[in-house]
């Protein structure tokens, strides 16, 4: 059975914020709300600097889920944490529930008025009609009933950020480490890519090449 | 006079008493069940006439294998290399 998960690899994170932009723009997502974002640490600090790039990791036992009061989220088929906005009163206590500030809250009013929740839907939409304007207004493109992928991950220009099924990406994954330089000195290229053919030797002496 | 006087204490001790009780005070949250309107799966919807994706309608196993498929060429070892 698929379970749909993102993995972000921070060795090839290069902070573009390519992954925001399209997210943004495939979902048409309001000024304000940021279904996906960045992260950066050591900023600046050679060998140190890490980026990752953070949206709903669609948890297996979703805090958000558990906190809701009108019980407005659901688990696809496909393991993703989807939310029903005609049922959102828009509380945020799911957005204080969540490690990883997925849930959005856009403007709606004056004084900071909340409005219904908004976040990644992992672009399979919601609980509308597949494909319809309905579903691409209140939650965007619905990607997965097109046979296609988040955005986000697939236009991931240094393929940092994988998303599919989790066996899937994991495989992908640790094909990756295993052809990664080893050490914590090596950083930079080598580590990042690896060598092109299997077996060869990662580049040594680390630095950004 | 007396017994409304009588029932008033008694009424009083009932209520004072009341307060010695030793009710439970851990709240025991039930899990919640989903109140919205149902979702249809992604593999109940025919492939774009358009797009290169191709499953049966309805058919989880083969839209599974087309999104893995897709989810493969994730991986530039095997797209470029072809390895």
Redesign the interface.
Known sequence: M?RMKFLCDAERCIECNGCVTACKNENDVPWGVNRRRVVTVNDGVMGAEKSISVACMHCSDAPC??V?P?????H???GVV???K??CIGCGYCFYACPFGAPQFPQAGAFGMRGKMDKCTFC????????SEAEFKKYGR?R??????PLC??MCST?AL????GD??AD?YR??VT?RGKGSEVWGWGTAYGP???GAKPATGGGKS | MRPVLIAALLAAAGLVLGGCGEAEQVVVYK????????????W??A??AY?????KKGDKAS??D???T???S????RRI?N?
């Open positions: 698929a889920m558990a809701c009108v019980d407005c989220f659901y696809t088929s496909d989807l939310h029903d005609d049922l399979s939409g919601g609980p509308e009609p597949d494909r619905n997965l009933a097109e046979g296609k992928l991950a697939e393929k994988l998303g599919g099924d899937v990406i992908i094909e990756r052809r092109g053919k299997e | 899990q919640g069940k989903y109140q919205g309107k149902p979702d249809t799966p992604p109940d919807n492939p774009l797009g290169d994706a191709k499953w839209w599974e087309e999104v893995n897709r989810t493969r994730q991986n530039e070892y290399y390895q």
